[in-house]
Antibody
């Protein structure tokens, strides 16, 4: 059974870097899928952030691209997200997810439970 | 970005009745090379992650009840719940994957 589990700091100060990790269990991250991050501000809708393939191919939300880095660690079977220079508008539940297919932009069929990140001093 | 607009923002339907949610994209989601519409639908209940219901606009994900169906092509799409059950109360989102993914704003479905 494929499971994804996000981990993160919970609270980040403005202007600092938010670092999140998604641990994948029951499935190899080196399989033929993309892995992505999606966020949801409190009481609001979903926003896709970035996706990565195990061989290093990445794509990013145009509005966040300048502040983002997504990466994969196949030895640890996890993938990570760094979001730099955070502000209060980055406060959200952050989900990691697996795409249904392997050809880039796709729907997400398996999701983690999400981790709440608050940006506040 | 492709902008996704859902309507209505919320709707209340009696148990056993039909619920219809619309989703409109700012650009076509149909690839002529494979005749597929790059559109998916999700259900999200409070405190839970989204659950994939439909992809390719009309293909039901494994395990999804057949009262859920998707239709449409190009820029106009519909999610239909043929007979609303109490457990279907949720927020529903459409998502395009023709380009970098974007979601609709969500439609809240409640029981009348």
């Amino acid at each position: 059974q494929v499971q994804l589990q996000e981990s993160g700091p919970g609270l980040v100060k403005p202007s600092e870097t938010l670092s999140l990790t998604c641990a994948v269990s029951g499935f190899s991250i080196s399989s033929d899928y993309y892995w992505g991050w999606i966020r949801q501000p409190p009481g609001k809708g979903l926003e896709w952030i970035a996706s990565v393939y195990h061989r290093g191919s990445t794509y990013y939300s145009p509005s966040l691209r300048s502040r983002l880095t997504i990466s994969v660690d196949t030895s640890k079977n996890h993938f990570s997200l760094n979001l730099r220079s955070v502000t209060a508008t980055d406060t959200a539940v952050y989900y990691c997810a697996r795409t249904l297919g392997s050809s880039g932009p796709d729907v997400f069929d398996i999701w983690g439970q999400g981790t709440m990140v608050t940006v506040s001093s | 970005d492709i902008v996704m607009t859902q309507s209505p923002d919320s709707l209340a339907v009696s148990l056993g009745e039909r619920a219809t949610i619309n989703c409109k994209s700012s650009q076509t989601l149909l690839y002529s090379s494979n005749n597929k519409n790059y559109l998916g639908w999700y259900q999200q209940k409070p405190g839970q992650p989204p659950k994939l219901l439909i992809y390719w606009a009309s293909t039901r994900e494994s395990g999804v009840p057949d009262r859920f169906s998707g239709s449409g092509s190009g820029t106009d799409f519909t999610l239909t719940i043929s007979s609303l059950q109490a457990e279907d109360v949720a927020v529903y989102y459409c998502q395009q994957y023709h380009a970098t993914p974007t979601f609709g704003q969500g439609t809240k479905v409640e029981v009348k």
